[in-house]
């Protein structure tokens, strides 16, 4: 099943017991049976500056074994922190009022992951894997063991704590497994657990509706009460054709936003290369052997968060005589109830086990939320998530790794239909760029959406399908990779050779040369309102018909605060005619001697303008010049300073903006970098960049934390590449740095850089790699 690691299921309960001194002793005793018998097990790395590991290995056990031992020494504990999380395991050893780094409380946690990770799923997820990719598997756990075994007292933060356990390749498919769901299942974590029979009937029973519904998706996007999920997350992708760029190659910017804090999204710098056959360079999430944005000597990627929909609930008809039971025709069929056992600490250090009931439909898991989906006599909901029997993201991704050109690269997509929930923008070295939305998405007919779901709710991403009729399955397509989803053939794909760009919407205006429309609502939706990153790239790209290097840094690094290009001047209008309001006077003065920038120099009024920015966004009729499908590059623009009520609004939500700064103590003459910052070791260090809402291509998020507002999550991993007649050349930085560990060398370096908005030449070549080599390691199978 699972090969030699079948040796550590054996001894995990009773190792997970035993001091890490002990733990190590075993580890290494364990590898040396094992790989003595891999006569060609090997790897090579190289680090240079600011821990970038360079792994060289002969094959595919090799090279997860480099993985795995160069990511132990970085981010030992930050993986076994979610390797528990995706066990189920958090409230055994953290208790279950505490949560994850999702956010979720730990018992929710807890249930979902024991349910969603169970033995059955991990091991069918197994089986699939072609021998290459069950190869970078065990050769990562063995490498990452390998570490904890060497590891010295002090070298790792957490040693001393009784989770740090060795892991096993089970792990790491239960935490792939918990990443696919990111777009569908995990923000449905709290209504899932929270579903159970209805208990006392009565007429008040409330049964959702399209106002119900539209009434808590306009409050709130993130209503899905499923934490920090892929509903927060976002990316800007720039690729340059040879059309325009001005070297008549191509260029590539990635700049995905993630978490910042310590978790399963956490970006992992390395070069990975097995000769003849594999040469990358780029960033991973924790625990997957292979690049997930990145380039090779033939072509450049990145991704961005979709818009697309990955999951469908479905209303139950129930069976009158039981709420246990749901109807489709006549026939009555019986909700599966799983009951789920964890363990749980208390206050006191004692576990027991906790038991609790999910119940399960043939679609997915019944889900509630009070009020909106709620499980009365008469209806349930469920929810079916496409990525759930996604077995084909290794085996995409580590194809991506290999590809040699755009075409490849699409034929590899069509062809595995691996990727999650992400767009995908490339450029190759003869100056092709690419745009694909190629995820996992569920294959509905325009016929169906009509017959089975409420359209109001799928226009604002909701779909909601009848249960109750076989008509309203998924259609299967023998074109598609997976039953039941959208064949690669229907969905957006867009070749040029001056550019393509996402910024998190949809595939329409990919190229607004050239429109991506007539897709299903479920893949892309044309005719809606742009984001303000979108249209800020795309502007700059219109000042000129060529584009270089530098000019794509400057997109991030100018930090430039886009909602103010197209409101301020108004703003500023509306304070001259107020000149004589004391109050108004002082927050006009901060507005006027700001930059509209979000630079670490940049003064108070850029804080002022995003409380302001907030209540802006709710006041009505606030355009000057309103959204037109027909203009969405340059519209909304300009306050509507001819409605009274408009003008009274904004006066009243910049006044009590002010007023909340005066409140809070900030002065007038403080700059971005005194507010905005990220601790580490103690030290605050300034963060340039701003929310994504104000048009800020660099995304960076803080939330207030005492004295001044910590980055939670934005730019992430940065990569810039230019493709000449020698190759790729490489800029880039991890905003975070390398390791989530304080206690390595490699926790602050890249932060600092990221903080001077300064982007080092990533090292590709030998020539580049020898010159700046810092420390190397050859592993053997006897040891080094």
């Given at each position: 099943m699972f090969g030699r690691q079948s040796i550590f299921p054996i001894l995990r309960t009773t190792i997970e017991k035993l001091p890490i001194l002990l733990i190590s002793i075993i580890i290494g005793f364990l590898i040396s049976c094992a790989v003595n018998t891999e006569k060609q097990q090997i790897a090579d790395i190289r680090w240079t500056t600011y821990g970038i590991p360079h792994i060289k290995a002969d094959n595919e056990f090799g090279l997860g074994y480099g993985i795995g031992y160069a990511y132990s020494r970085d981010n030992a504990c930050l993986l076994v922190q979610e390797i528990i999380t995706a066990n189920g395991e958090r409230s055994r050893f953290f208790g279950t009022e505490k949560t994850s780094s999702a956010q979720i409380n730990n018992l929710a946690s807890d249930l979902f992951y024991s349910w969603l990770n169970n033995d059955y799923q991990v091991d069918t997820f197994w089986q699939k894997q072609p021998e290459a990719i069950q190869q970078l598997l065990r050769g990562y756990v063995q490498g990452f063991n390998r570490y904890l075994a060497e590891a010295k007292p002090g070298d790792i933060s957490c040693q001393k704590d009784e989770w740090l356990r060795p892991i096993l390749t089970q792990d790491l498919v239960r935490l792939v497994r918990s990443l696919l769901v990111e777009g569908g299942l995990k923000q449905f974590v709290g209504p899932m657990i929270g579903a159970s029979p209805p208990q006392h009937l009565d007429s008040m029973s409330i049964r959702a509706n399209t106002s119900q519904l539209l009434a808590h998706i306009e409050f709130d996007r993130n209503w899905l009460f499923g934490g920090k999920s892929v509903s927060s997350l976002g990316s800007n992708a720039l690729a340059i054709g040879k059309a325009r760029a001005m070297n008549g190659k191509g260029l590539l910017l990635a700049n995905p936003h993630f978490p910042w804090e310590v978790g399963a999204q956490r970006f992992y710098q390395m070069h990975l290369t097995i000769p003849g056959k594999l040469d990358v360079m780029g960033a991973a999430l924790p625990g997957l052997p292979l690049i997930n944005i990145g380039f090779n000597q033939h072509i450049a990627w990145t991704h961005t968060v979709d818009t697309s929909s990955h999951f469908t609930l479905y209303r139950l008809k129930l069976d009158p005589k039981d709420p246990t039971r749901y109807l489709v025709g006549d026939e009555s069929r019986p909700l599966k109830k799983i009951t789920i056992t964890v363990s749980a600490k208390d206050n006191d250090g004692?576990?027991?086990?906790?038991?609790?009931?999910?119940?399960?439909?043939?679609?997915?898991?019944?889900?509630?939320?009070?009020?909106?989906?709620?499980?009365?006599?008469?209806?349930?909901?469920a929810l079916r998530d496409a990525n759930r029997d996604n077995t084909r993201v290794l085996s995409q991704w580590y194809s991506i790794n290999q590809v040699r050109d755009t075409k490849e690269l699409q034929r590899s997509l069509a062809q595995l239909q691996g990727i999650p929930w992400v767009n995908t923008v490339a450029v190759d070295a003869t100056g092709k760029a690419l745009y694909l939305n190629q995820s996992v998405i569920p294959f509905l007919t325009d016929n169906q959406l009509n017959t089975c779901a409420d359209p109001m709710l799928i226009k604002h991403g909701l779909v909601v399908l009848d249960g109750s009729t076989q008509q309203c399955q998924w259609i299967v397509d023998e074109r598609a990779a997976q039953p039941g989803i959208v064949p690669a053939v229907k969905l957006p794909a867009?070749?040029?050779?001056?550019?393509?760009?996402?910024?998190?919407?949809?595939?329409?205006?990919?190229?607004?040369?050239?429109?991506?429309?007539?897709?299903?609502?479920?893949?892309?939706?044309?005719?809606?309102?742009?984001?303000?990153?979108?249209?800020?790239?795309?502007?700059?790209?219109?000042?000129?018909?060529?584009?270089?290097?530098?000019?794509?840094?400057?997109?991030?690094?100018?930090?430039?605060?886009?909602?103010?290009?197209?409101?301020?001047?108004?703003?500023?209008?509306?304070?001259?005619?107020?000149?004589?309001?004391?109050?108004?006077?002082?927050?006009?003065?901060?507005?006027?001697?700001?930059?509209?920038?979000?630079?670490?120099?940049?003064?108070?009024?850029?804080?002022?303008?995003?409380?302001?920015?907030?209540?802006?966004?709710?006041?009505?009729?606030?355009?000057?010049?309103?959204?037109?499908?027909?203009?969405?590059?340059?519209?909304?623009?300009?306050?509507?300073?001819?409605?009274?009520?408009?003008?009274?609004?904004?006066?009243?939500?910049?006044?009590?903006?002010?007023?909340?700064?005066?409140?809070?103590?900030?002065?007038?003459?403080?700059?971005?970098?005194d507010i905005q910052a990220v601790v580490k070791n103690g030290r605050k260090i300034p963060i340039p960049g701003g929310y994504g809402e104000l048009g800020v291509y660099n995304v960076i998020e803080s939330e207030l934390d005492e004295d001044y507002f910590k980055v939670t999550r934005g730019s992430s991993y940065i990569q810039l590449v230019e493709f000449d007649n020698a190759g790729p050349k490489a800029w880039g930085v991890l905003a975070y740095s390398q390791s989530s560990d304080p206690l390595s060398e490699h926790f602050v370096d890249q932060t600092q850089l990221f903080s001077q908005q300064s982007w080092p030449e990533l090292p590709f070549t030998d020539v580049q790699i020898e010159s700046g080599v810092l420390k190397r390691i050859t592993l053997f199978p006897q040891g080094i």
């Amino acid at each position: 099943m699972f090969g030699r690691q079948s040796i550590f299921p054996i001894l995990r309960t009773t190792i997970e017991k035993l001091p890490i001194l002990l733990i190590s002793i075993i580890i290494g005793f364990l590898i040396s049976c094992a790989v003595n018998t891999e006569k060609q097990q090997i790897a090579d790395i190289r680090w240079t500056t600011y821990g970038i590991p360079h792994i060289k290995a002969d094959n595919e056990f090799g090279l997860g074994y480099g993985i795995g031992y160069a990511y132990s020494r970085d981010n030992a504990c930050l993986l076994v922190q979610e390797i528990i999380t995706a066990n189920g395991e958090r409230s055994r050893f953290f208790g279950t009022e505490k949560t994850s780094s999702a956010q979720i409380n730990n018992l929710a946690s807890d249930l979902f992951y024991s349910w969603l990770n169970n033995d059955y799923q991990v091991d069918t997820f197994w089986q699939k894997q072609p021998e290459a990719i069950q190869q970078l598997l065990r050769g990562y756990v063995q490498g990452f063991n390998r570490y904890l075994a060497e590891a010295k007292p002090g070298d790792i933060s957490c040693q001393k704590d009784e989770w740090l356990r060795p892991i096993l390749t089970q792990d790491l498919v239960r935490l792939v497994r918990s990443l696919l769901v990111e777009g569908g299942l995990k923000q449905f974590v709290g209504p899932m657990i929270g579903a159970s029979p209805p208990q006392h009937l009565d007429s008040m029973s409330i049964r959702a509706n399209t106002s119900q519904l539209l009434a808590h998706i306009e409050f709130d996007r993130n209503w899905l009460f499923g934490g920090k999920s892929v509903s927060s997350l976002g990316s800007n992708a720039l690729a340059i054709g040879k059309a325009r760029a001005m070297n008549g190659k191509g260029l590539l910017l990635a700049n995905p936003h993630f978490p910042w804090e310590v978790g399963a999204q956490r970006f992992y710098q390395m070069h990975l290369t097995i000769p003849g056959k594999l040469d990358v360079m780029g960033a991973a999430l924790p625990g997957l052997p292979l690049i997930n944005i990145g380039f090779n000597q033939h072509i450049a990627w990145t991704h961005t968060v979709d818009t697309s929909s990955h999951f469908t609930l479905y209303r139950l008809k129930l069976d009158p005589k039981d709420p246990t039971r749901y109807l489709v025709g006549d026939e009555s069929r019986p909700l599966k109830k799983i009951t789920i056992t964890v363990s749980a600490k208390d206050n006191d250090g004692n576990v027991s086990e906790v038991k609790h009931a999910i119940y399960e439909s043939e679609y997915g898991p019944v889900v509630v939320i009070p009020g909106m989906l709620a499980w009365d006599k008469n209806t349930a909901f469920a929810l079916r998530d496409a990525n759930r029997d996604n077995t084909r993201v290794l085996s995409q991704w580590y194809s991506i790794n290999q590809v040699r050109d755009t075409k490849e690269l699409q034929r590899s997509l069509a062809q595995l239909q691996g990727i999650p929930w992400v767009n995908t923008v490339a450029v190759d070295a003869t100056g092709k760029a690419l745009y694909l939305n190629q995820s996992v998405i569920p294959f509905l007919t325009d016929n169906q959406l009509n017959t089975c779901a409420d359209p109001m709710l799928i226009k604002h991403g909701l779909v909601v399908l009848d249960g109750s009729t076989q008509q309203c399955q998924w259609i299967v397509d023998e074109r598609a990779a997976q039953p039941g989803i959208v064949p690669a053939v229907k969905l957006p794909a867009l070749v040029r050779e001056d550019y393509v760009q996402n910024s998190n919407d949809s595939a329409w205006l990919s190229n607004p040369l050239d429109p991506l429309t007539g897709f299903s609502p479920l893949v892309s939706r044309s005719d809606s309102q742009l984001g303000l990153r979108t249209r800020f790239a795309v502007s700059r790209l219109q000042e000129s018909n060529r584009t270089t290097a530098a000019d794509l840094r400057e997109l991030v690094t100018d930090n430039r605060v886009y909602l103010a290009d197209l409101i301020m001047d108004d703003l500023l209008s509306l304070c001259k005619l107020h000149r004589d309001s004391k109050d108004l006077k002082q927050a006009c003065a901060k507005l006027d001697q700001w930059d509209s920038k979000a630079n670490v120099n940049s003064g108070a009024g850029l804080l002022l303008f995003s409380e302001f920015a907030m209540g802006f966004a709710q006041i009505e009729n606030r355009w000057r010049v309103p959204f037109n499908p027909k203009n969405p590059l340059h519209t909304p623009y300009g306050i509507n300073l001819d409605n009274p009520e408009v003008v009274q609004a904004v006066v009243t939500v910049l006044r009590a903006a002010n007023d909340k700064l005066e409140n809070m103590g900030i002065p007038s003459n403080i700059h971005w970098g005194d507010i905005q910052a990220v601790v580490k070791n103690g030290r605050k260090i300034p963060i340039p960049g701003g929310y994504g809402e104000l048009g800020v291509y660099n995304v960076i998020e803080s939330e207030l934390d005492e004295d001044y507002f910590k980055v939670t999550r934005g730019s992430s991993y940065i990569q810039l590449v230019e493709f000449d007649n020698a190759g790729p050349k490489a800029w880039g930085v991890l905003a975070y740095s390398q390791s989530s560990d304080p206690l390595s060398e490699h926790f602050v370096d890249q932060t600092q850089l990221f903080s001077q908005q300064s982007w080092p030449e990533l090292p590709f070549t030998d020539v580049q790699i020898e010159s700046g080599v810092l420390k190397r390691i050859t592993l053997f199978p006897q040891g080094i």
